[in-house]
């Protein structure tokens, strides 16, 4: 296991109206002047927006809100809600949505107290070294935003969708209600219930020996996702699925499930590209590229007996001794399988995709200084394009 250091600091407030104690929260966390930030809608339709609203107002906190995060969300309102925060003296932003959303609002908190120009940090020509105080209430169980490190923005210009991975984007709170998915639609509850299982499957593929409690805890993820996803597709309102998502939708990528490993993470920065040129939800393309990725490590043949442990302990499969390989090529299958069962696209042509786009997506995929992407296996431009063709099938 490698040596880590792991500081969570966010506030988790879990459970049925949680969303009331937005502005006790912000009391706790020293904001006063709250920017509240929210996406196309749904926040406003559901009533929460006027919940969270009254909870600030019943705490004597100031508000101003900004609707109008879009899924795979633009720097465009970064800088609107940059201004706002700015000519109002802002000291607090509160998102209240998806990932979409919270990456907005993270990137707008760290944005308004930076001189020059945010994207800065998206671009990788600069690092943070303050950001406002930003609290969450979030409404899908999917990206983890609401713990994570993470943002990812779009620029509207050239529609390059870049990650930002920095402690500063870690929310002082999250206020957790799994009533408040129940009004996602089931396409949705999918594409989250895949990205979750991204978010541990990027953990799981790791080179890293003696890992064993986070492989455990990642199975037992994975398997409680599984469940849950499909009990929450049959009946929206089920609040115990719900919960179970929203809470393994934390977990998956807060890093309780990653630390002591170096994980993967080629599948997401991959899929980034599709969801830019083609405006597919993130989890949709994490469905077409990851099993596809899985594919091109088993024509490999790299670590053939973690796939196969996988495919017993998450996929249901028996091992067959005589040929672990044929356990993991079953394990693959059964889960495009699973992700088709949700209603998941598996290939790159049901996403959406053209295949004579794929030379170009994999030459923008986001490579280190090397060159490279991924750590299970380091894959270079023409390994990226091995992938995205073998989702072409
Ligand atoms: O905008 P509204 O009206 O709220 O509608 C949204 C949106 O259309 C809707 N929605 C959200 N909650 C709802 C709801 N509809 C009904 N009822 C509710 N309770 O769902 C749609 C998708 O929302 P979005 O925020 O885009 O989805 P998600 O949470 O999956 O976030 C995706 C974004 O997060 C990034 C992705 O790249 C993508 O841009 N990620 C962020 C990460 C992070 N910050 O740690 C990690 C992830 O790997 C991911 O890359
Ligand atoms: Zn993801």
Redesign the pocket.
């Known amino acids: 296991m490698l040596d880590f250091m792991h500081y969570l600091p966010t506030r988790f407030v879990f459970g049925r109206s949680a969303e009331d104690k937005a502005g006790e929260m912000v009391r706790t966390c020293g904001g006063t002047r709250v920017l509240v930030h929210?996406?196309?809608?749904?926040?406003v339709k559901?009533g929460l927006l006027d919940r969270i609203t009254a909870s600030l107002e019943a705490a004597g906190l100031e508000y101003i809100t900004l609707g109008g995060?879009?899924?795979?969300?633009v720097a465009s309102k970064v800088y609107e809600g940059i201004d706002i925060i700015r000519k109002n003296n802002l000291d607090f932003v509160l998102g209240v949505?998806?990932?979409?959303?919270?990456?907005s609002s993270k990137a707008m908190a760290l944005g308004a107290v930076y001189d020059g120009d945010f994207w800065d940090f998206f671009s990788g020509k600069a690092l943070p070294k303050a950001h406002l105080p930003m609290g969450a209430v979030i409404?899908?169980a999917?990206?983890?935003?609401e713990s994570?490190n993470?943002?990812?923005i779009m620029k509207d210009e050239t529609m390059e969708k870049r990650?930002l991975n920095v402690e500063f984007n870690r929310p002082v709170f999250a206020l957790m209600n799994p009533e408040?998915?129940f009004?996602?639609?089931p396409y949705?509850t999918a594409?989250?219930a895949t990205?979750i299982m991204a978010?541990v499957l990027e953990r799981y593929f790791t080179n890293e020996t003696c890992v064993d409690l986070t492989d455990r805890m990642c199975e037992a993820v994975l398997n409680a996702v599984i469940a849950a996803a499909h009990k929450a597709m049959k009946d929206p309102c089920d609040y115990d699925a719900r919960a179970q998502l929203m809470w393994a939708g934390t977990i998956a990528?807060n890093d309780t499930v990653g630390v002591g490993r170096l994980g993967d993470w080629a599948s997401?920065r991959i899929e980034?590209e599709l969801?830019a040129k083609y405006g597919v939800?993130?989890?949709a393309g994490l469905a077409v590229v990851f099993p596809a990725w899985m594919r091109y490590h088993l024509n490999l043949k790299h670590d053939v007996a973690r796939f196969a442990r996988l495919a017993v302990n998450v996929f249901g499969c028996e091992m067959n001794f005589a040929n672990p390989e044929a356990t993991a090529w079953e394990g693959v299958e059964r889960f495009e399988a699973f992700l088709t069962s949700i209603g998941m696209p598996v290939t790159f042509r049901q996403m959406g995709g053209d295949p004579a786009d794929i030379p170009a997506l994999a030459e923008s995929t986001k490579k280190d200084a090397q060159g490279l992407v991924g750590n299970f296996t380091r894959l270079d431009t023409a390994a990226v394009e091995t992938i995205l063709r073998l989702s072409d099938r």
Do not use: I, K, Y
Not at 38 to 43: D, L, N
Not at 69 to 73: E, H, I, M, R, T
Not at 97 to 103: P, W
């Open positions: 929210f996406g196309g809608g749904s926040a559901s995060a879009q899924p795979n969300p949505g998806g990932g979409s959303t919270l990456d409404t899908l999917a990206s983890g935003s994570s993470s943002a990812v990650g408040r998915t009004t996602l639609p949705q594409c989250g990205d978010h990528h997401h980034h969801s939800a993130h989890g």
